[in-house]
């Protein structure tokens, strides 16, 4: 049996093909998977054989919820996978509507010193149905249809970045989710081949970089994959992307109380940014357990945002949702075996 969750619409396509089935059945399947979220074919407007050659061949496997903690501002979902891992995803609820967040790996090699996260070692990569699970399940249990997705859960998503094009490509399905890709947005911590191969793909969608200091050697500290790819590289490639493709990049900057949040860093960031069409996305730490980080104090924040906007540069607060269930950004902590 295939999960039909793992099957890209071209992917569908082939399969029914080879199975002695119509390609162009794809056109009834996906928009009934994706858009009714069926969860089986009873009901499609087919021959009975068809649909029992369908039933035969597809199962339809969305991960198992293991729990649910709702807040006010976002709702964490806990998944078990088919192997006994375990990933999170948050359905984030924002003035303007409904984000979901999620996962593309099971833990995370990427060792940042303040991140919940990368602690985890990582296990494995998501394939795509465990990517697709994560959206399908959110919005099956809480019946609400997101407006936009944030590929910024647990991982490092240019480390899987087939599967998550793939992801945008059911995401962005126009009879499915319907999610534009300027709705849906990639945060990394500067990988910078994916940058790249991302800016060529077909779906270059929202970038955000997590920078969070303006110079190698702080940087280098806080995050030990500025030793693979310099910041030099990192805006580079970042200025490549905006450029090529006409957008604005994010910058996202969380502020660590005596670390990074000087106006000395500030000043850094301005010049290292110059004329390049792109904002810092300023981020409140989110303290984990024993965490030898503080975020900085409010009056803090406003400095460093009042000496970036001093130096021209756009400035946004991300309002932190989900802090109060530890679904915040560097907070999520699944990924391990079997819970
Ligand atoms: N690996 C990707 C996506 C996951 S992290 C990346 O690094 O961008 C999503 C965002 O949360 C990143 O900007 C990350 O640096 C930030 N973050 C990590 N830990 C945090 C914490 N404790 N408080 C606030 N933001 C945090």
């Not at 010193?113 to 985890?120: E, T």
């Not at 995401?171 to 990988?191: E, L, N, Q």
């Not at 106006?263 to 940014?273: G, T």
């Not at 904002?279 to 730490?285: E, G």
Request: charged share 25%.
């Amino acid at each position: 049996m295939t999960d039909i969750y793992s099957l890209t619409y071209d992917g569908l396509r082939e399969k029914l093909g080879s199975i002695g089935e119509k390609p162009s059945r794809a056109d009834i399947i996906f928009p009934a998977v994706y858009g009714e979220l069926a969860g089986s074919f009873d009901g499609l407007p087919l021959k009975e054989e068809t649909l029992d050659t369908l039933r035969s061949e597809f199962s339809f496997g969305a991960p198992e919820r293991l729990q649910t903690l709702t807040s006010e501002t976002a709702d964490k979902y806990l998944w078990r996978l088919s192997d006994g891992c375990t990933v999170e995803s948050v359905l984030m609820k924002h003035e303007f509507g409904y984000n979901i967040c999620v996962s593309t790996q099971v833990g995370c090699n990427m060792g940042c010193a303040f991140c919940v996260s990368g602690r985890l070692k990582r296990r494995r990569d998501l394939i795509l149905s465990e990517l697709v699970g994560q959206v399908v399940g959110t919005v099956l249990h809480s019946g609400i249809k997101p407006g936009g997705i944030s590929i910024m859960g647990i991982g490092e998503p240019m480390e899987n970045l087939d599967n998550v094009l793939d992801f945008i490509g059911i995401m962005a399905y126009p009879k499915g989710f319907d999610i534009g890709i300027r709705h849906i947005t990639i945060s990394t911590c500067g990988v910078v081949p994916g940058i790249y191969k991302l800016a060529q793909s077909e779906y270059p969608v929202n970038l955000a970089i997590s920078l969070h200091a303006p110079d190698d050697e702080l940087r280098g500290r806080l995050m030990p994959v500025t030793r693979r790819y310099p910041i030099s590289e990192v805006m580079y490639a970042a200025r490549d992307y905006s450029e090529r493709l006409n957008r604005r990049i994010t910058l996202e900057y969380v502020m660590l109380d005596g670390v990074n949040d000087s106006d000395e860093c500030a000043v850094k960031l301005a010049e290292l940014i110059g004329d390049m069409n792109a904002y810092v996305n300023l981020i409140r730490y989110n303290p984990g357990e024993n965490s030898e980080f503080a975020c900085s104090p409010h009056e803090r924040i406003m400095g460093f945002y009042d000496t970036l906007k001093k130096h021209g540069v756009g400035v946004t607060m991300r309002r932190s949702l989900g802090d109060t269930i530890n679904a915040a950004c560097g907070q999520l902590s699944a990924g391990s075996s079997d819970t």
